[in-house]
Every structure is written in C-alpha cells, then in structure tokens.
Nanobody, 112 residues
Framework: QVQLVESGGGLVQAGGSLRLSCVAS????????MAWHRQAPGKQRELVAIISRGDSTNYAEFVKGRFTISRDNAKNTVYLQMNSLKPEDTAVYYC??????WGQGTQVTVSS
C-alpha cells in the first residue's frame, strides 16, 4: 500500500499563497495521473486539479488561474501552488492517484 503524506497547509489571509506538497512512499512515475481534492466542513470532497503522467493539467473552474499543480517524479512528490486564496478555499486538501487511497490531508484555512 502506497502512503501519501500531504503537508504545507496552514492559516493565511485572503489574497495570500500556500504551496502544498504530497509525498508518496514509492515512485509515482508510472501512475497515469495524480490529483488534489478538497473537502470543506459539511461538504462533499471535490476535485481541485489533476496532472497526467505527461504533465497535462486540468483544473476545477473555481481554482483556474489561481492554483497550479505540478509533479516531481524524482522526489515522488506532487505540488499544489495556491495563489489569491479566498475564504471559500478553506478545506482539508488531499492528494491521490488511481489505486493509491487517501492520505490524512492538510488543513488550509483562509481568513477574510
């Protein structure tokens, strides 16, 4: 079972930035895609961004132009750069990939 460890969350003011990291316990090079999801209190988990093995990316409409997903296969790490954060971005952020399960997530709190 691959372990995924997310980090980089915290408390930030609206308009600020955070960079999330997700480290996998084994190589992600062959994994077809990796994704970031988030879950706000009382809401369902939702897809935020996805990156393919070939580095193609797709984003949810609500983060387009503000968030950037990237991957470093040599470090078994996926990143989520989050800029221009809004209070509605407050959530626990998780990374995953096909068959990888879920990590514990990292809390992002954006104050107004």
């Amino acid at each position: 079972q691959v372990q995924l460890v997310e980090s980089g969350g915290g408390l930030v003011q609206a308009g600020g930035s955070l960079r999330l990291s997700c480290v996998a316990s084994r190589s992600i090079f062959s994994i077809s895609y990796m994704a970031w999801h988030r879950q706000a209190p009382g809401k369902q988990r939702e897809l935020v961004a996805i990156i393919s093995r070939g580095d193609s990316t797709n984003y949810a409409e609500f983060v387009k132009g503000r968030f950037t997903i990237s991957r470093d296969n040599a470090k078994n790490t996926v990143y989520l750069q989050m800029n221009s954060l809004k209070p509605e971005d407050t959530a626990v952020y998780y990374c995953t990939g096909p068959g990888l399960g879920w990590g514990q997530g990292t809390q992002v709190t954006v104050s107004s």
